[in-house]
Nanobody
Framework: QVQLVESGGGLVQAGGSLRLSCAAS????????MGWYRQAPGKQRELVAG???????NYADSLKGRFTISRGNAKNTVYLEMNSLRPEDTAVYYC???????????????WGQGTQVTVSS
């Protein structure tokens, strides 16, 4: 019913930048929060950043100042600008959205397939 598709991952040298994009589509009535998580090999998935429809943001403390989350004008897209990348930022980055599907009264979380970000030293 709802699909999230990420793009923009890839290989970058330390100190470089990448911009991730995520677009939500399907039977969407409303999206409350969109965000990014990441999972490095052998580690648990962790929050990177989130943003509400009103534009309020929250970030993992360790990433403040380097990463910026934003939503597109259509509100069904979310971006993650990543600057001053470090090898420890290497992970699969997942987009997520808290969505109210058309015809339902409940909010559910949906996830994208993930996009690989690799930062070389």
């Amino acid at each position: 019913q709802v699909q999230l598709v990420e793009s923009g991952g890839g290989l970058v040298q330390a100190g470089g930048s990448l911009r991730l994009s995520c677009a939500a589509s399907g039977s969407i009535f409303s999206i409350a929060v969109m965000g990014w998580y990441r999972q490095a090999p052998g580690k648990q998935r962790e929050l990177v950043a989130g943003i509400t429809g009103a534009g309020r943001t929250n970030y993992a403390d360790s990433l403040k100042g380097r990463f910026t989350i934003s939503r597109g004008n259509a509100k069904n897209t979310v971006y993650l600008e990543m600057n001053s990348l470090r090898p420890e930022d290497t992970a699969v980055y997942y987009c997520c959205a808290n969505v109210k599907v058309v015809g339902t009264n409940s909010w559910e979380d949906y996830w994208g397939q993930g996009t690989q970000v690799t930062v070389s030293s």
